[in-house]
């Protein structure tokens, strides 16, 4: 199977258009060792023709057109993008549904039903395409079964459901409901090799390392590098925690858990990288760290065969 990692930043992506940290601001003015990032989606094929999109970034069609695979050209209207699953309903995840209106067929779209809910209700993105190509529903019923796309007969999908939140605009905010967001693990059943994916990590839970632990290639919230790292900067007022993320340094940390994984072979690969994470440059300590540890920081347009 091929992962393509469309967009490697967390939501508002590096640059952020608003934003003059030291990284946003390094990497505008090229002051800096640091490259720009989308924001966050991948997308994995068997074949390299047919790709389920797992999250439609904001930034969707700039990742299309930076990656000529997604668009085959076997007809006048087509497109590589067989099917999309999104891990929430978050903005930097479902924005680039509205992008896709122009199918003359409906979307098939693989959510769990809080985060259909939320799209229907919250962010109504599913009832706005109802106006043009409208949504093929499939769910995600987090029973213990596996999921198949039509497009990647061999590929296995699990998906595990995350301790997080909804989205601000949810109904259920306050109340989180399980399915509000998934970590993934796809199977390429051929090979029997494992891709763990999961951009918003805020607690290990013990179903979750374990799928971690068992994966050859682990790709992961890679968002902040210190817990109160935004605050610090004063950009704002929640730390990794409360936005359900797990930052990488400190005791506890994504550093610290990717170290006591020994698979023989696994890559470790941080995603979902925040416009203010020191590990963004290049040249910097935090990436020297990483690179002691054996754990990669992912770009846009670095891709997986497994
Ligand atoms: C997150 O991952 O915490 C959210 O995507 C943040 C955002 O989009 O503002
Ligand atoms: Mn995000
Ligand atoms: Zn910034």
């Not at 072979?265 to 540890?293: C, F, M, S, W």
């Amino acid at each position: 199977m091929k992962i393509k990692v469309l967009g490697s930043s967390a939501g508002g992506g590096f640059p952020q258009w608003n934003c003059n940290c030291r990284n946003c601001d390094g990497v505008r003015k090229r002051t800096l060792k640091a490259i720009p990032r989308t924001q966050s989606s991948i997308a994995i094929s068997e074949t390299g023709r047919d790709w389920l999109l797992v999250n439609a970034s904001p930034d969707i069609l700039a990742q299309i057109a930076a990656n000529p695979e997604l668009q085959p050209a076997r007809r006048p209207r087509d497109s590589g993008i067989a099917a999309v699953l999104t891990i929430d309903a978050q903005i930097d995840h479902v924005t680039g549904l509205l992008m896709l209106r122009e199918r003359d067929t409906p979307l098939p779209l693989y959510v769990t039903d809080p985060v259909w809910q939320d799209l229907s209700t919250g962010f109504p993105v599913t009832s706005i395409l109802a106006h043009y190509c409208g949504v093929e529903r499939h769910r995600i019923a987090l029973d213990g079964q596996a999921l198949s796309v039509p497009a990647l007969p061999n590929v296995r999908i699990d998906a595990l459901p995350l301790t997080s939140k909804a989205p601000p605009y949810s109904p259920h905010r306050e109340a989180p409901e399980r399915g509000d967001n998934i970590g993934l693990v796809f199977t390429d059943t051929v090979s029997d090799r494992r891709v763990f994916y999961a951009p918003g990590l805020g607690a290990i839970e013990p179903h979750v390392y374990e799928a971690m632990s068992n994966a050859d290639l682990i790709l992961v919230d890679g968002t902040l590098w210190t817990d109160d790292e935004m605050i610090r900067l004063g950009l704002s007022k929640k730390t990794g925690a409360d936005m359900g993320h797990l930052a990488q340094s400190g005791a506890g940390g994504m550093i610290e858990v990717l170290d006591s994984i020994d698979r023989p072979g696994a890559r470790k690969v941080l995603i979902h990288i925040n416009n203010t994470n020191p590990i963004l440059v290049e040249d910097g300590p935090e990436r020297r760290i990483l690179a002691e540890h054996g754990i990669e920081v992912a770009s846009d347009g670095m891709s997986f065969e497994l």
